[in-house]
T-cell receptor, first 111, second 109 residues
Framework: GAVVSQHPSRVICKSGTSVKIECRSL??????MFWYRQFPKQSLMLMAT?????????EQGVEKDKFLINHASLTLSTLTVTSAHPEDSSFYIC???????FGSGTRLTVV | GIQVEQSPPDLILQEGANSTLRCNFS?????LQWFHQNPWGQLINLFY???GTKQNGRLSATTVATERYSLLYISSSQTTDSGVYFC???????????FGKGTTLSVSS
């Protein structure tokens, strides 16, 4: 079946640094990938839709300059959290169309 | 936009018990899915069920699209069923999923 690999699974970084999260479709091509954020004991909130070869579409309230998304190939999308702050600490999950395959998530802790 | 409400928010069961989780949605949808998020965060698709009834082992789901709700049934629950169950529908633009707040299930032995 379709597999989405997400790395790293856990990262701790210092405030002010940048962190890159990768989302790969392993056995299929994904022209569209989605990035979600999940705070503790809350639901998944869509941050942005990543389209291969074009700019990402961000949801209202999500800063595109802070959460940089690159979808340079049909199998890889990356999310870079720039100048991370403690309030960015969260669980980030990617998925690839047609929406039923999710990565295993990345737990980001900013100290 | 479409609103997705799930109930109950929390559920505690003894192993072997049965349960019903509910998902209400505010508008007509073409796509409804149930997911299980395990304690490590991995999301697993359980059912794609825009209408009708499906069964997979001890789990089954029913969606009544005309009345805008879906039910997830778990029978003979096991400790491995613990986690959060999410209902999700496609947004009006047809581009991404909107998740409910989930039902947290704890099954004890």
């Amino acid at each position: 079946g379709a597999v989405v690999s997400q790395h790293p699974s856990r990262v701790i970084c210092k405030s002010g640094t940048s962190v890159k999260i990768e989302c790969r479709s392993l056995d299929f091509q994904a022209t569209t990938m989605f990035w979600y954020r999940q705070f503790p004991k809350q639901s998944l909130m869509l941050m942005a839709t990543s389209n291969e070869g074009s700019k990402a579409t961000y949801e209202q309230g999500v800063e595109k300059d802070k959460f940089l998304i690159n979808h340079a190939s049909l199998t890889l999308s990356t999310l870079t959290v720039t100048s991370a702050h403690p309030e960015d600490s969260s669980f980030y999950i990617c998925s690839a169309a047609p929406w039923d395959t999710f990565g295993s998530g990345t737990r980001l802790t900013v100290v | 936009g479409i609103q997705v409400e799930q109930s109950p928010p929390d559920l505690i069961l003894q192993e072997g018990a049965n349960s019903t989780l509910r998902c209400n949605f505010s508008d007509s949808v073409n796509n409804l899915q149930w997911f299980h998020q395990n304690p490590w965060g991995q999301l697993i698709n359980l059912f794609y069920i825009p209408s009708g009834t499906k069964q997979n082992g001890r789990l089954s789901a029913t969606t009544v699209a005309t009345e805008r709700y879906s039910l997830l049934y778990i029978s003979s629950s096991q400790t491995t069923d613990s986690g959060v169950y999410f209902c999700a529908v496609i947004n009006q633009a047809g581009t991404a999923l909107i998740f409910g707040k989930g039902t947290t299930l704890s099954v004890s032995s």
